[in-house]
């Protein structure tokens, strides 16, 4: 019984003492995380990239399953405004992902580019909501998604 209990005594040690050994070792070196994090952010742009060649007309994608939403209003944040290029896309998905996780693409027909958004998705009911942030964004106009709908801002 006696040896039981100091293999007990040993074994709870041990997992103590991987515990903080583990934990101890997962922040020796910040660098490396945030390389890791820049690598992660770097291989979702490429998908995202990827789906944006694979939907040229525009799209709004959840980061998390990279599916496409089928309901809701898509609002572009202000902050990732003009970012159409491969490497503005990577911060695009920065903030997205400090913001609700969901990015969109659309091409501007008036100047040829495509252009890369982090997007708040609104529920379909909170219409006036979806309205106001995009106003407090300095949005021109806003998607909603299971319609179709471009809802412009800029007409009177």
Known sequence: MKKILNWMLAAILLCGTLTVVTSCSLNDNPAA????????VKALADQVWAYSQ???????????TMQAP???ISVAYAAT???HSREQLETVIEHALAHGGFVGGWLDTTDGKYYFDSVRLFPEDQLDEATAFAIENEQLA???ISTGTEVRLDQE
């Not at 995380?33 to 992660?40: C, F, G, L, N, P």
């Not at 694979?54 to 998390?64: H, I, K, W």
């Open 142 to 144: 806003f998607f909603i």
């Open 33 to 40: 995380e945030e390389q890791q994090a820049t690598v992660d």
């Open 54 to 64: 694979a939907n040229p007309d525009g799209f709004t994608l959840n980061l998390a």
């Open 81 to 83: 405004q003009g970012s």
């Open 70 to 72: 089928t309901e809701g």
